[in-house]
């Protein structure tokens, strides 16, 4: 195994996830005034962090708006708004008030194991970036939680012009970092989108996108395959897989 020199992180539904709130579509009825399940809620909420799918028909023009959203904050805005609506919110102020929440930086909340996982790295001196397909400056979640100084490189697709699976936004990452590819690590929940750095050499470690609560130890235990174990006295236990066949080693 290459000794990794850097770590690559998704962000949404790898680092953070944006949670669902109830207070958010507390007022949300359909047609006839029947309010909307939780479930339906859920779904709503599942549908606005998409990272490719949307679960609704959409013409040609705002098909490749919501393909290409991430490069640009109102494309994304327009894109959003629009599967919302087609997924049953029922005005447009109910749509931009969630999509307000969707871009808030603040509202997303991160896996219980983010902050040990990025100081973990720090430990043994490995670079960290954060590799996103994302419209909006995510960096005041890390900073609010004094997380920014873990992180040496923010790329974010809608500043660099890049989005995943392109794999030229990770050669950007790397490129910053000074790392070549096959010493790196990539960690995200896509395989189709952050596994495409695959192609670069790097390792690409799978975690599932899980609701917080239900997902503690995934990145850590990531980490700990790949040689970053935990380096405080004592912590002898080995790493296991967040999921079995969560791994994907080069090529894979």
Request: glycine content about 8%.
């Amino acid at each position: 195994m290459v000794a990794i020199e850097a770590v690559l992180f998704d962000f949404s539904g790898t680092l953070f996830r944006l949670e669902y709130d109830e207070s958010w579509s507390a007022d949300f009825t359909r047609p006839g005034g029947r309010p909307f399940e939780v479930r339906e809620k859920v779904e709503i909420v599942r549908r606005m962090t998409a990272s490719v799918e949307h679960s609704v028909a959409l013409d040609a023009q705002m098909q490749y708006t919501w393909e290409n959203r991430d490069l640009d904050p109102e494309w994304h805005r327009m894109a959003t708004v629009e599967v919302l609506r087609r997924s049953g919110v029922p005005t447009d102020e109910q749509a931009e008030r969630l999509y307000a929440r969707l871009v808030d930086p603040l509202q997303w909340t991160p896996y219980p194991d983010t902050g040990a996982a990025l100081k973990r790295c720090g430990e043994h001196g490995i670079p960290v970036a954060v590799v996103s397909n994302v419209p909006f400056d995510i960096r005041p979640s890390f900073a609010a939680r004094a997380w920014d100084r873990l992180v040496c490189e923010f790329t974010l697709s809608y500043e660099v012009g890049l989005k995943k699976p392109d794999p030229q936004i990770f050669r950007s990452a790397l490129d910053t970092l000074g790392v070549r590819a096959e010493a790196a690590l990539m960690i995200g929940d896509s395989v189709a989108v952050d596994g495409a750095v695959t192609a670069l050499g790097c390792s690409f470690a799978r975690v599932d996108a899980l609701p917080t609560v239900e997902r503690q130890d995934a990145l850590l235990n990531a980490l700990g395959r790949y040689g970053l174990a935990d380096t405080r006295p004592g912590s002898s236990k080995p790493a296991r897989d967040a999921r079995p066949g969560g791994i994907v080693g080069p090529g894979g």
